[in-house]
T-cell receptor
Framework: AQSVTQLGSHVSVSEGALVLLRCNYS??????LFWYVQYPNQGLQLLLK??????LVKGINGFEAEFKKSETSFHLTKPSAHMSDAAEYFC????????????FGTGTRLQVTL | EPEVTQTPSHQVTQMGQEVILRCVPI?????FYWYRQILGQKVEFLVS????????KSEIFDDQFSVERPDGSNFTLKIRSTKLEDSAMYFC???????????FGSGTRLTVV
């Protein structure tokens, strides 16, 4: 079975500061990993995904994540936060090379302050 | 870019009524899913569907729920007798073989009153 743990249900950063949202995964088989963003009362938007190619994955809106097998991590970063980044962020995992179900983390709410 | 389309975007129903949520997956995808998100909580898997049958379901997906692909394009989730606790955002998703193309719809917000 696959699972993800997101450390920190709430993260607050100043505008222009580094954003770091943590995700650790557990999987007995190679995983595919995803980050989704959800703005209030909206759906899930894919930020980026890791599907066994490059370990450093670049996504939309300046976000990137690095797959580190040794640390079982897939942390999301952005060098400089913008007010528009305030949202809920979900990490998710499923078995690589399959179309199995996605398992989501509990989410991290990012607050960006002036 | 191809999209997964869900209708309606909002639905209000009375407790005990049947509801059908509709989804049009991406045309060349073969795997289809329903997820739900109760307000303020994480996204939970309900069911996956492949080759006209359920391939996996969660413990949430009890006898009150059913899925169907009635034609070549639509994928529906039916709740036979809605309960207050069924109020949630329901997301449809589709995927291609190999799992590279996981795509979600924008969701249907179901409110049971």
């Amino acid at each position: 079975a696959q699972s993800v743990t997101q450390l920190g249900s709430h993260v607050s950063v100043s505008e222009g500061a580094l954003v770091l949202l943590r995700c650790n995964y557990s999987s007995s088989v190679p995983p595919y990993l995803f980050w989704y963003v959800q703005y209030p009362n909206q759906g899930l938007q894919l930020l980026l995904k890791y599907t066994s190619a490059a370990t450093l994955v670049k996504g939309i809106n300046g976000f990137e994540a690095e797959f580190k097998k040794s640390e079982t991590s897939f942390h999301l970063t952005k060098p400089s936060a913008h007010m528009s980044d305030a949202a809920e962020y979900f990490c998710a995992v499923h078995r690589a090379g399959t179309a199995s179900k996605l398992t989501f983390g509990t989410g991290t709410r990012l607050q960006v302050t002036l | 870019e191809p999209e997964v389309t869900q209708t309606p975007s909002h639905q209000v129903t009375q407790m005990g009524q049947e509801v059908i949520l509709r989804c049009v997956p991406i045309s060349n995808h073969l795997y289809f899913y329903w997820y739900r998100q109760i307000l303020g909580q994480k996204v939970e898997f309900l069911v996956s569907f492949y080759n006209n049958e359920i391939s996996e379901k969660s413990e949430i997906f009890d006898d009150q729920f059913s899925v169907e692909r009635p034609d070549g394009s639509n994928f529906t989730l039916k709740i036979r007798s809605t309960k207050l606790e069924d109020s949630a955002m329901y997301f449809c998703a589709s995927n291609e073989p190999g799992g590279y193309g996981y795509t979600f719809g924008s969701g249907t917000r179901l409110t049971v009153v």
